[in-house]
């Protein structure tokens, strides 16, 4: 199968999983994350309706930004503080934030640049050794003090990625964990205008139905669209 037949039958599945699950198709964005795919595929996908690009790198970002067409660029994967000056002006989200400092140096860069950054708070949510995002019981304390200190932040919501399983209903308990995470927070009020937590990103190739089903509204495919990563 072609990287458009991938993509067109992901989508699809994307689609149907958001009606079965009580929701419009378009309230569940599908991201093609491209990590270690060339610009010739990401095009492809975005010939085929890839309207967002997911990476999990920095350097693939820089490397890939001015040979793909114009599309929304996402960081999905682990941010070292200082690499966030070079992605600032390029991406529309960063879905991992998981500590005050980082959140901290996306503010001063996004007002530096004269902008708003969207974010993710990041979950570490079978609370993994072996895994970044913020553990549980760190998270909503890391969310207070994000909200009193940032103001060219605007939290969206919460990202996780589960702990690896046999069959995607392994990870249905950590979504539906997740989900109560995005609901509390959708019920915080905070002195901050900014304040905007409407994204649940979570579901890879192996289990993002399920993950739709238990409320995502931003799933993150990668395999099931471009195959095989080839690491180099
Ligand atoms: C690689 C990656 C994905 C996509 O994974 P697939 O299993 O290939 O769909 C999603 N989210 C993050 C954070 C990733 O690093």
């Avoid at 070079?86 to 640049?113: F, G, N, Q, T, W």
């Amino acid at each position: 199968m072609s990287v458009r037949e991938n993509f067109i039958s992901v989508s699809e599945r994307k689609d149907a999983a958001a009606v079965r699950s009580g929701r419009d198709r378009d309230d569940v964005l599908l991201v093609a994350v491209t990590k270690t795919h060339g610009p010739e595929e990401i095009n492809e996908a975005i010939s085929a309706g890839a309207t967002d690009i997911g990476e999990n790198k920095v350097q693939e970002i820089l490397e890939k930004y001015d040979k793909v067409k114009p599309v929304r660029w996402h960081m999905i994967g682990h941010l070292q503080r200082n690499k966030v000056k070079s992605i600032i002006d390029k991406v529309v989200m960063i879905h991992s934030v998981d500590s005050v400092r980082l959140a901290e140096e996306i503010d001063k860069r996004a007002k530096a640049a004269g902008i708003v950054m969207d974010v993710l708070l990041q979950v570490n949510i079978g609370d993994e050794a072996s895994k970044t995002g913020a553990p549980v019981d760190e998270f909503f304390p890391m969310l207070d003090e994000i909200m009193a200190g940032c103001r060219n932040v605007r939290v969206r919501g919460l990202m996780c990625v589960p702990p690896a399983g046999d069959s995607p209903e392994d990870a249905r308990e950590y979504f539906a964990r997740a989900r109560q995470m995005f609901e509390k927070m959708k019920t915080l009020e905070y002195d901050n205008d900014l304040y905007c937590p409407d994204t649940l990103s979570m579901g890879m190739s192996g289990d993002f139905e399920v993950a739709i089903e238990e409320g995502s509204t931003l799933v993150r495919v990668g395999s099931s669209i471009f195959g095989r990563r080839n690491y180099r």
